[in-house]
């Protein structure tokens, strides 16, 4: 396994390669003990890409430090092949779809085999981005996913997931032999980005489908309901006002009867409320986390201006270099921005500007991490600049969650190569929206609760 699926280290077709592989161990996993006795086979040989470079360090599996991963088959919810025909074909059904999955991955979606399709990155970002529309692009109400639907969000998840169970690094270890000599080896172990992130990920994900699990009875309903067709005119005011106001006009509106909701009915539902605010919170970070992670493409750094000035505008600019404290929330007060039309477009100027002063901070420092620099030259005007942009746009990202992608996030996610990251941004992106969108249907409602006890 490689070590890390990078565009500077592993070619694009070995990051391929590392996707079949990942397919063709999973369908060995179900053999009697196959896969077991090939991890356990130690490889150092010089012409085989999965070698040891140094040859005090020979490579090896160790089966009983890193259990192998759960079979493909166990992952896509379906039994072994050792009942009758129909298990037996449901079986290769399941497996078949998979293969097809896949080869699509591998072929960067580009099913004629010309050669044309995109990398294995941002392949399998799309298709998570792609399964979640499929599953959730509807979701405007709260209720529960429908069965057939968050069965098909689970499995096709496990799927794309898998991949990341062979996304590894090295490690000096030491392996004891039959005969008690002890000789040092490199074994392999989840990469740390995806050790820590993805299991987080996952707990948000069952999170956010239990949270819509529980809206399964409930003390309101939307306006186009057939049940509530007649209950509507008779109990509940005919369309509540809505504080989204002519923006998202298609979107249903919630209905409550004109007494309002009971109490424990709304405690339960700002309980709920938080809780999805904090999940948005937790898959807002590690996206950040994620997308300053990734290299930014030469493509975006060739249209940048020379001027960090010329690229914010005057007005921000003042704000930013005053001598004074510095308040992000006070700019932002200040710009008057009333749509995320403008807010996208003040993120994207103060971004372009941040990059700018940092790579002039920075220009002694080409080999050093931001974060090195910004210790090394406090005193600098670049790095106040750029560290006062930064804030002002966590500030502007938090005072409009909803915000699309910035035109440096979007470069990054279609240039990206690595594997990983990919499966750790699109994941961590499609979660946020999901969290946001369950947050803003609970205000809806809370909303409607509010206006029909004001009446």
């Not at 592989?21 to 130690?42: K, Q, T, Y």
């Not at 799927?159 to 392999?188: H, N, Q, W």
């Not at 369309?239 to 109490?263: D, F, I, Q």
Request: charged share 30%; hydrophobic share 35%.
């Amino acid at each position: 396994d490689y070590a890390d699926f990078d565009d500077d280290d592993v070619p694009l077709d070995h990051q391929r390669a590392g996707v079949l592989r990942a397919l063709n161990l999973r369908r060995d996993d179900g053999d009697d003990g196959a896969a077991s006795d090939v991890s356990s086979e130690c490889s150092g040989e010089p012409g085989s890409p999965y070698g040891s470079p140094y040859p005090r360090w020979p490579v090896c599996k160790l089966a009983a430090r890193m259990p192998p991963p759960a079979p493909l088959l166990q992952r896509l919810g379906t039994e072994p092949r050792r009942g009758g025909a129909r298990d037996r074909k449901a079986g290769c059904t399941e497996l078949q779809l998979m293969k097809e999955r896949f080869s699509k991955l591998l072929l960067g979606e580009d099913m004629s085999g010309g050669g044309k399709g995109v990398s294995t990155a941002a392949a399998i970002s799309n298709a998570i981005t792609n399964l979640y529309a499929t599953v959730f692009g509807s979701c405007h109400r709260l209720e529960p996913l429908p069965v057939e639907k968050k069965s098909m969000w689970r499995r096709e998840m496990d799927c794309l997931l898998s991949v990341c169970d062979y996304i590894v690094e090295f490690f000096p270890s030491k392996d004891i032999l039959p005969d008690g000599t002890t000789r040092e080896v490199m074994a392999t172990r989840p990469r740390s980005d995806i050790y820590v992130n993805l299991p987080a990920l996952e707990k948000l994900d069952d999170m956010l489908l239990e949270i819509l699990d529980g809206f399964q009875k409930t003390e309101f309903w939307y306006l186009n309901d057939k049940a509530h067709k007649d209950s509507c005119d008779d109990s509940a005011p005919c369309r509540p006002a809505s504080h989204r106001g002519e923006e998202r006009w298609w979107l249903p509106v919630p209905c409550v009867t004109k007494s309002g909701l009971t109490e424990p009915a709304r405690r339960d539902l700002r309980q709920k409320h938080d809780c999805a605010s904090q999940i948005h919170k937790a898959a807002m970070a590690i996206n950040n986390g994620i997308l300053a992670e990734i290299k930014i493409p030469e493509s975006y750094t060739q249209t940048l201006p020379k001027c960090g000035r010329a690229s914010v505008g005057d007005a921000l600019y003042r704000g930013m270099s005053f001598p004074g404290k510095f308040s992000p929330e006070y700019l932002l007060d200040c710009l008057e921005i009333s749509s995320e039309h403008e807010a996208l477009e003040a993120a994207d100027r103060v971004e372009a500007a941040m990059h700018v002063w940092r790579r002039k901070a920075g220009h002694g420092h080409a080999r050093s991490p931001w974060g090195a620099v910004k210790d090394l030259m406090e005193s600098d005007k670049n790095v106040m600049l750029a560290s006062r942009a930064e804030d002002a746009l966590l500030c502007l990202k938090h005072r409009f969650p909803g915000l699309s992608q910035t035109t440096l996030d979007a470069s990054k996610i279609q240039h990206n190569k690595d594997v990983g990251q990919a499966v750790l941004e699109s994941y961590s992106r499609v979660l946020e929206s999901l969290a946001y969108t369950i947050v803003t249907c609970i205000d809806d409602v809370l909303f409607a609760d509010e206006s029909a006890r004001k009446i």
